[in-house]
């Protein structure tokens, strides 16, 4: 660890001769913890105000509690909120032991976690216990120092980089810079656009670093990134004279301006303008919308399409072009207001109205997440659905839409976020395109959200499972997203569970713990064996595993537990049932053969 990540931080002799316990000592009868004797909220803060060694070797030694709640923490390390355990993992330092108890996955989630959290000797103790993975090798830094950029913590990202975690590559590179240009924090900007990571001969190279610090700063709606940027070298090109000045001298108090090294004016036009502006439109940035407008205008009155034939080929082919997607942006992110501004400012730019266009605005004002998304859908329709035979025909579909600006658009994914669904399915209908909404794919959408109640509208509305709207599309939907309430209802409407279900579950634990439980018998041993070997090689935790060996008798695939990163406790689990006597596994023969267990699973999961 110490040749991969660089020299860390001194510590105390004492710490680095303390050796981790084969097993723990049991403590003396009439030993009493006096910190035990403080109220609960005081024995925290108390001890993170501790030396870590006196912490590792007191609390960690005399406090069950103290492991017990470090061990939830890092289990649910990747769910917001959770309070942070600074004194817990401190006590952790020494306590090899207890970190041989997580994944690859609990182990890079952890990092990132206490990195995001800014605090220097938690994130020593994380790269110590969880820098490597289970098989030894160095954990992929990226995420960790994306992170920290994202939070804000410079001082994190310079031990990092001090410590040997280099960004590696121009990706990487733009990856740290978008994300804290997207949080506004201008000191980790300066420091990875420094000489040291963006040196002067090479900035011409790297325009992509200098695109995706735009694009951040667009997303996260912070004026003053976008001026020291446009200082810094020419691009974007986007705001009027007088608010960029004001935003530069904001972004010259946060960090130190420096003088143009790089000049990416060529690189400004007219669809760069659009793009920018639909990022700020998605994301609600009024302010920033605003201050675009005269430039907006100018692009208005140029022709985009010479423009967009700077994105990726397959992008730009299916797309509906960038004035499009502006508008549907902002029907996502803005107010009923400003949409109609822009609907007057680009209307000539439009192409002629579609079923796949009109459905992308559509369900992009539906899926807002602003108050005002039915009036929005309402105006949507209004505007570019007018009146006449014709257009009574046009009725909107919402397939999955390529898109110049973030990733692919699925229209029914988006609107079954919201969490009146139901609503919007009734309200679609009551506007005359019932036939638009009452569809598979929105019955899949329905399932992936675990909206039951809409599903059964549509099951009532057009039959969907009883002429069987892909009945198996719709299980599939449930079990992508996680959702066992769906599966009950399915199941118990007569739906067949199989257990290429419970292969696909993997990564959703839940509904593969619900699915072992609950999938009938009768199932050959080999398949189960085999979904213990997929599950296992998937990175399924412990309990799971065990939960499947012990109720459905499967083999121990010890290789395949290896391969998906299990922790060292699984692995120790997996030694002792062979050792006592369990069938061994199938291992990982790559030959496609009716009995490999690669070819098995292809079947079952075909299946699905």
């Known amino acids: 660890?110490?040749?991969?990540?660089?020299?860390?931080?001194?510590?105390?002799?004492d710490a680095e001769q303390l050796a981790p316990p084969a097993k723990r000592p049991a403590l003396p009868a009439d030993l009493v913890d006096n910190r035990q004797l403080l109220p609960a909220e005081m024995q925290q803060p108390i001890a993170g105000m501790m030396n870590p060694t006196d912490v590792a070797a007191g609390t960690r030694l005399a406090d069950a509690e103290m492991a017990a709640l470090?061990?939830?923490?890092?289990?649910?390390?990747?769910?917001?909120?959770?309070?942070?355990p600074r004194a817990a993992i401190l006590a952790s330092r020494n306590d090899g032991q207890f970190w041989a108890a997580f994944t690859n996955v609990e182990r890079q989630s952890f990092m990132r976690t206490v990195a995001a959290a800014g605090d220097l000797a938690c994130l020593e103790v994380a790269v110590q216990h969880c820098g490597r993975s289970v098989d030894g090798s160095v954990m992929q830094p990226s995420a960790v120092l994306v992170a920290a950029a994202a939070a804000g913590h410079v001082d994190v990202c310079e031990w990092l980089l001090q410590a040997g975690?280099?960004?590696?590559?121009?990706?990487v590179l733009a990856a740290v810079c978008k994300a804290a240009a997207a949080a506004g924090h201008m000191p980790v900007l300066q420091l990875m656009t420094g000489d040291a990571h963006l040196p002067v001969q090479d900035a011409q190279d790297l325009f992509a670093v200098w695109s995706a610090i735009a694009h951040g700063a667009f997303e996260g709606g912070h004026v003053h990134v976008v001026a020291w940027l446009y200082g810094e070298c020419g691009f974007p090109n986007v705001l009027p004279p007088a608010p960029q000045a004001a935003a530069a001298a904001a972004a010259a108090a946060a960090a130190a301006p420096a003088q143009q090294r790089?000049?990416?004016?060529?690189?400004?036009?007219s669809f760069t303008t659009m793009e920018l502006a639909a990022l700020a439109a998605a994301g609600g940035h009024m302010q920033l919308l605003e201050m675009m407008m005269p430039a907006l205008q100018n692009a208005a009155r140029e022709p985009v399409a010479a423009a967009a034939a700077a994105p990726p080929p397959a992008v730009a082919a299916g797309s509906l072009g960038i004035g499009l997607e502006l508008l549907a942006k902002a029907a996502y992110g803005c107010t009923l207001e400003v949409l109609d501004r822009l609907c007057d400012l680009l209307q000539p730019q439009l192409p002629v109205m579609t079923p796949r266009a009109l459905g992308m605005l559509l369900s992009h004002a539906a899926a807002s997440p602003t108050v005002g998304r039915r009036d929005k859908a309402h105006f949507v329709l209004a505007r570019f659905r007018a009146p006449g035979?014709?257009?009574?025909?046009?009725?909107?579909?919402?397939?999955?839409?390529?898109?110049?600006?973030?990733?692919?658009?699925?229209?029914?994914?988006?609107?079954?976020?919201?969490?009146?669904?139901?609503?919007?399915?009734?309200?679609?209908?009551?506007?005359?395109?019932r036939r638009s909404c009452v569809s598979p794919a929105a019955?899949?959408?329905?399932?992936?959200?675990?909206?039951?109640?809409?599903?059964?509208?549509?099951?009532?509305?057009a039959?969907?499972?009883?002429?069987?709207?892909?009945?198996?599309?719709?299980?599939?939907?449930?079990?992508?997203?996680?959702?066992?309430?769906?599966?009950?209802?399915?199941?118990?409407?007569?739906?067949?569970?199989?257990?290429?279900?419970?292969?696909?579950?993997?990564?959703?634990?839940?509904v593969a713990t619900w699915l072992v439980d609950t999938l009938p018998d009768g199932e050959p041993q080999l398949h189960w064996d085999v979904a213990f070997f997929a599950l296992a090689k998937r990175g399924a935790p412990l309990a799971l595993l065990q939960r499947l060996h012990e109720r459905r008798g499967t083999a121990v695939d010890r290789v395949a537990m290896a391969d998906g990163g299990s922790s060292n406790d699984a692995l120790a689990w997996a030694d002792e049932?062979?050792?006592?006597?369990?069938?061994?596994?199938?291992?990982?023969?790559?030959?496609?053969?009716?009995?490999?267990?690669?070819?098995?699973?292809?079947?079952?999961?075909?299946?699905?």
């Open 1 to 13: 660890m110490e040749q991969q990540h660089g020299a860390r931080r001194e510590r105390s002799p």
């Open 70 to 84: 470090l061990f939830d923490f890092v289990r649910a390390c990747a769910q917001p909120g959770a309070d942070f």
């Open 165 to 171: 975690w280099e960004v590696g590559s121009e990706t």
């Open 577 to 608: 049932r062979l050792a006592a006597g369990a069938r061994g596994g199938l291992g990982l023969d790559p030959a496609v053969e009716t009995d490999s267990p690669h070819w098995v699973e292809a079947q079952l999961l075909r299946a699905c």
């Open 262 to 269: 790089r000049n990416y004016g060529s690189r400004n036009s």
């Open 389 to 433: 035979a014709a257009a009574k025909r046009l009725m909107p579909t919402f397939e999955p839409q390529p898109m110049h600006v973030g990733k692919a658009w699925d229209g029914w994914q988006e609107m079954a976020r919201q969490p009146g669904f139901l609503q919007l399915l009734q309200d679609l209908a009551e506007a005359g395109l």
């Open 463 to 510: 039959g969907v499972g009883r002429k069987g709207i892909t009945n198996r599309a719709v299980l599939r939907a449930a079990v992508l997203g996680g959702r066992s309430n769906v599966l009950q209802m399915l199941a118990g409407r007569g739906a067949d569970l199989h257990l290429g279900l419970l292969i696909m579950a993997a990564g959703q634990w839940d």
């Open 443 to 461: 019955a899949c959408a329905a399932a992936r959200a675990g909206h039951v109640v809409a599903l059964a509208w549509l099951e009532q509305q």
